[in-house]
């Protein structure tokens, strides 16, 4: 079986977890590529709600390797509270996991500039930055002169590393910031010793196990993180992470050839969402984005940040869908829209008069487009319960055919609720065999 991928194509918080645990069965490896733990993964087992921000989706599956990649940045705190997390509550973590020597590391530095710079962004408008240090860390990974990666940490020179970037570190905080706090190195130098001791089992040279895994034709998952609008290179910049979270990213962060994955899925809610600042043509800041947010639970898994809701937005989801090379969709959260007085899809932008269809490429157009908005049929009936297609309403079926007309893809999974159960695997459109 050729490498698969799932890959969001909103502004992330498209359910890509549960899709990924439910993909996982026929996978023997799940690698997570890029981001940090500025990613909320929730995946519902049963009676069981697991929340995930660095540990792949399918370490809830016995049997299969989880792979955390070089293109990922690690805050070794947060992956070793998530380990003991998922071992308090029975999760097999072992050998199961293995974490790049090459993924580079967070560090106390990350998290003070990042509180700092989020301050002083243009405009005053916030990028939506969960201030856990990935931006400076990728920042640092790029510029290298003060770059740590995890393999670092098993050689004799971090301790004399660490001192001289702390020293650099202070003196540019303390430039940005007068008055604050210095960073104790040695301090910092006894506790990431500790975190290199306990993490030491899982470190390996993820690399080559996954290119041996190409040579062998094993069948692997890649799990993306945040959404393809927020990709850094190709998203709404500046209101972007810090990695090629659309299905670019996948080669250059897992460190594969971009020909094994033959399979990529896009992920997208059967409406839109976004936090933190930057345009978002089709928000509902009114009772229906209200609706939305509260029916479905609208709140960041890593942070509980309320999120902004509006319509679904086919003219950005389809420029993500030609990017990342889609070849089938999953909507997730169809039961949110159920008991809507009318349902809406934005199917092109009117920017200064005229009328598009391809997505701007520079932020102030996105903030002058105008939605032009198709209005379809609601429905009433509680769709939770659904498990095949004839489950659905009407009006539920012609509301996915459209959307797979307007991404020019066909739409192979449709979660109903959070449970593993609560979904339907078929191929739309399906309205005409409904009739």
């Known amino acids: 079986m050729p490498g698969s991928c799932v890959i969001g194509l909103q502004w992330g918080d498209e359910a890509k977890g549960k899709l ?4 996982t069965e026929q996978h023997e490896v799940v690698v997570r590529y890029q981001g940090g733990a500025n990613a909320g993964h929730t995946v519902v087992v049963g009676d069981e709600i697991y929340k995930l921000s660095l540990i792949p989706s399918g370490i809830l599956r016995p049997g299969v390797k989880c792979v955390i990649a070089g293109g990922v940045v690690i805050h070794p705190a947060t992956i ?8 308090d509550r029975g999760v097999e973590v ?9 993924a580079h590391v967070i560090f106390p530095w990350h998290t003070a500039e990042d509180r700092v710079l989020d301050e002083s962004t243009a405009d005053g408008e916030n990028i939506g930055t969960t201030q856990r240090g990935i931006g400076p860390c990728y920042r640092d990974k790029v510029g290298r002169a003060h770059a740590v990666r995890l393999g670092d940490f098993y050689r004799d020179s971090l301790a004399g590393r660490i001192e001289r970037i702390v020293a650099a570190k202070n003196e540019s905080l303390a430039a940005l910031r007068p008055g604050i706090e210095p960073l104790d190195a040695a301090a910092i130098a ?7 001791a306990e993490l030491e089992r899982h470190v390996v040279d993820t690399t080559s196990f996954l290119l041996d895994c190409v040579d062998r034709d094993r069948p692997v998952l890649f799990e993306g993180a945040q959404g393809s609008l927020l990709d850094v290179d190709h998203g709404t910049y500046p209101f972007v992470t810090s990695s090629n979270s659309s299905g670019i990213g996948v080669a250059a962060g897992a460190g594969v050839p971009p020909r094994f994955v033959q399979r990529a899925i896009g992920v997208i809610k059967a409406y839109s969402t976004r936090v933190g600042g930057g345009p978002f043509p089709t928000e509902q800041d ?3 984005g209200r609706q939305l947010r509260d029916q479905g639970n609208e709140y960041g898994t890593v942070t509980r940040r309320p ?3 509006g319509w679904f937005d086919a003219v950005a989801t389809r420029y993500t869908a030609r990017i990342g090379g889609i070849d089938e969709v999953a909507v997730m959260l169809l039961d949110v ?3 809507l007085p009318e349902l ?3 199917t092109a932008y009117e920017i200064d008069g005229r009328r598009v269809t391809d997505f701007p490429s520079h932020v102030d157009d996105l903030r002058r487009a105008v939605p032009v908005f198709e209005t379809l049929e609601s429905w009433d009936e509680d769709v939770s319960g659904a498990r095949e297609l004839s489950d659905l309403p009407p009006a539920a079926c012609a509301y996915l055919d459209r959307l797979s007309e307007l991404l020019e893809r066909p739409v192979s999974f449709v979660s109903v609720g959070p449970e593993r159960a609560q979904t339907i695997i078929a191929n739309f459109p399906a309205a005409a065999s409904l009739a």
């Open 337 to 339: 829209l159920s008991g």
């Open 286 to 288: 009114n009772d229906i």
């Open 94 to 102: 072992g050998e199961n996991l293995l974490i790049s020597d090459r």
């Open 20 to 23: 990924v645990d439910l993909l």
């Open 80 to 87: 070793l509270e998530e380990i003991a997390m998922l071992r």
């Open 344 to 346: 809406k899809i934005c």
């Open 190 to 196: 006894r506790e990431y010793a500790e975190y290199a």
């Open 307 to 309: 999120r902004r809701c």
